[in-house]
């Protein structure tokens, strides 16, 4: 089965440095990887491939109108974008999205027929109770009256191991997916695909790759190179 792989590029590249980006993973077909690639809203254009799918790293709460900055799921869906990532911790922290506002904005991505990458993660290392605890208490609300769960895929992320350099757990993260799995099995039927992310680079892939269903990449997407160095070893 594909693994899938999430580049997060956040804020990152210049528009001098996208060519060179785009020259190295445009035309690169890894069958046993479902790519996504999240750019800056400005350079999705741009990065439109049919190796993988065109994902934003955000959306408006609204469709369309007077919302000044703001960039709707209409929008993105009418230049050929497929999937948004919503909840990221940096969104949740450092702009107050609260899981109010993240549950309006996947009811409004689905709506449009985006899929949602829904991003979750513990704060602080606590025990691995707790976190299961703490995870699933965020998903209640996330996916508060949301029904249909096949066009959404969980990015697990505990929030201190993103651009850490934090050694990858590999027996702990499985109990952690492996415990969310038989929740969303148990309470909303279905079977939802769960990535890892935090650190995740070309060194560390291959120790997490077969216990998830993929991975959401941030620093190490950056470099062009690196991620297709990533991509060759799944
Ligand atoms: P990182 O970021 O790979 O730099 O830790 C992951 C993310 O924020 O999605």
Request: glycine share 4%; charged share 25%; with cysteine.
């Amino acid at each position: 089965m594909q693994k899938i792989v999430i580049g997060n590029l956040k804020m990152n590249l210049e528009e001098k440095d996208v060519d060179e980006y785009l020259n190295i993973i445009k035309n690169t077909d890894f069958p046993n990887v479902d790519l996504y690639m999240s750019p800056s809203y400005i350079y999705l254009s741009r990065f439109k491939s049919k190796n993988y799918h065109l994902t934003a790293q955000n959306v408006s709460l609204f469709n369309d109108g007077a919302y000044t900055g703001e960039i709707s799921a209409l929008q993105l869906k009418s230049i050929g974008v497929d999937s948004v990532i919503i909840g990221h911790s940096e969104r949740r922290i450092k702009f107050n999205e609260d899981s109010k506002i993240i549950n309006k904005k996947i009811k409004i991505a689905l709506e449009n027929n985006l899929k949602v990458i829904l991003c979750i993660g513990e704060s602080k290392k606590v025990a691995k109770e707790n976190t299961i605890n703490i995870l699933i208490e965020e998903l209640k609300k996330d996916l508060k009256d949301i029904s249909d769960y096949s066009n959404i895929i969980i990015a697990y992320e505990p929030v201190y191991a993103i651009g850490s350099n934090t050694d990858v757990n590999v027996f702990e993260i499985k109990e952690i997916i492996d415990s969310l799995k038989s929740f969303m099995e148990k309470l909303y039927k279905t079977n939802i695909k769960i990535v890892y992310g935090g650190s995740i680079n070309e060194n560390n892939i291959n120790e997490i790759i077969n216990i998830c269903d993929g991975v959401i990449v941030g620093k190490t997407s950056i470099n062009a190179k690196k991620i297709i160095e990533m991509l060759k070893k799944i």
